[in-house]
C-alpha cells in the first residue's frame, strides 16, 4: 500500500509485490518517478491506481520494470490497471558497432520506455501510455510504451497508447510472446528507425546479433511483434489510427512476422486507418505481416481487401 503517495513509498511497496493501491484522496495524482521501479519476479504484482493516478517518469527514467532471466516459463507477472504513464524514457547503452549503412545502426538494448516486462505474465487494463520512448534508432530494439519479452501470452484490454515512439514498435513492441490486444486505441505512435530489419552480406560485411545486419528498424508504427513458436497476435475492438512507421519500413499500424509461419494475425472488429508506412503480406497498407494465416473480420482496414 503507497499510503502517503510519494515516490517512496511506492518502491517500498514494489519490494514487498502483493496488490498495491493508492491512498491520495479524491483528486488526481503525479506521482514523479525519479528511479526505474523493478518489479520482484518471484511473485506477482497488482499495481491499481483507482482512475486517479499518473506516473511519470520526467522524460528521464523508465517507469516499471520486470526483468526474469529465463524464457516463456514464469507464472508470475504485473497486472497494471487504471493507472496512466507518462513520460518514461529509457537510456541504451549497448551501441551497435560501427559500421558504414546499410549496416544497422543504433542499439541493440533500451527496450520498454514506460514498461519493460521478460518473462512473465502480463495484464494491462484501462491504462494509459502517452509520451513515452524508447530507443529511437536499432534493429531490434523497440516499444515506446510498452515492450514485451519472451513471456506467456500477454493480454493488453481497454487501453491507450498515445504518442509514444521507439525505433521499432512505437506504442507497443513485443518478441516470442503470444500478444492479444483488446478494446485498444492506438493513436499518434512512430517507429523512428529506419530500413527495417534484413540479413544481408552482400550489402554488410560486419556482423552484428550472429549475422549480416542491415536496416535499423522502423517497423510497426503502433504495433510490433516478432518471434515464433506459434505465437500470434489478436486485436479486437481495437482503433490504430495516424502512426507511422519509419523511413523504408513497414507497418504503420502493424508489424508482426513470425519467423517459422506458425502463428496468426486475427484482427476483429477494429479500425486501422490513416497510417502510414510500407505494406506486404497482403493485410491492407497500414500493415506488414508474415503469418501462417491472416484473418480479418467486422474490420475497417486500410488498403484491405
Not at 95 to 123: K, N
Not at 160 to 168: H, L, P
Not at 265 to 283: M, P
Request: hydrophobic residues 35%.
Amino acid at each position: 500500500m503507497a499510503a502517503d503517495c510519494t515516490f517512496s513509498a511506492l518502491a517500498e511497496a514494489v519490494t514487498e509485490g502483493g496488490v498495491i493501491t493508492f491512498n491520495c484522496g479524491a483528486a488526481p495524482v503525479t506521482i514523479p518517478v525519479t528511479a526505474t521501479l523493478n518489479l520482484q519476479t518471484d511473485r506477482n504484482t497488482v499495481i491499481d491506481g483507482g482512475n486517479l493516478i499518473t506516473l511519470d517518469g520526467g522524460n528521464s527514467v523508465q517507469i516499471l520494470r520486470f526483468d526474469h532471466a529465463d524464457f516463456m516459463v514464469n507464472l508470475n507477472g504485473i497486472t497494471l490497471q487504471h493507472i496512466t504513464l507518462v513520460n518514461g524514457k529509457t537510456t541504451p547503452t549497448q551501441a551497435i558497432p560501427s559500421a558504414p549503412a546499410p549496416c544497422s545502426q543504433g542499439y541493440d538494448d533500451g527496450e520498454g520506455g514506460a514498461m519493460y516486462v521478460r518473462d512473465g505474465t502480463v495484464r494491462i487494463i484501462d491504462v494509459t501510455f502517452e509520451n513515452n520512448q524508447a530507443a529511437l534508432l536499432g534493429p531490434d530494439t523497440g516499444g515506446g510504451g510498452v515492450y514485451i519479452l519472451g513471456s506467456k501470452p500477454a493480454f493488453i484490454v481497454n487501453s491507450s497508447f498515445i504518442n509514444n515512439k521507439a525505433s521499432n514498435g512505437g506504442g507497443l513492441g513485443s518478441l516470442f510472446v503470444d500478444l492479444n490486444v483488446y478494446n485498444c486505441l492506438f493513436e499518434g505512435n512512430t517507429a523512428t528507425g529506419n530500413g527495417a530489419n534484413n540479413n544481408d552480406a552482400s550489402q554488410c560485411s560486419a556482423i552484428n546479433n550472429g549475422q549480416n545486419e542491415i536496416g535499423s528498424g522502423g517497423n510497426g508504427g503502433a504495433l510490433y511483434n516478432d518471434g515464433a513458436s506459434a505465437t500470434n497476435v489478436t486485436v479486437c475492438g481495437t482503433q490504430i489510427t495516424n502512426n507511422a512507421a519509419g523511413t523504408g519500413a513497414f507497418g504503420g499500424g502493424i508489424f508482426y512476422t513470425s519467423n517459422d509461419f506458425s502463428g496468426t494475425l486475427t484482427i476483429t472488429d477494429s479500425t486501422i486507418t490513416g497510417n502510414t508506412g510500407g505494406s506486404w503480406g497482403g493485410a491492407g497498407t497500414a500493415v506488414g505481416v508474415n503469418a501462417k494465416a491472416i484473418v480479418i473480420t467486422n474490420s475497417t482496414v486500410q488498403g484491405y481487401p
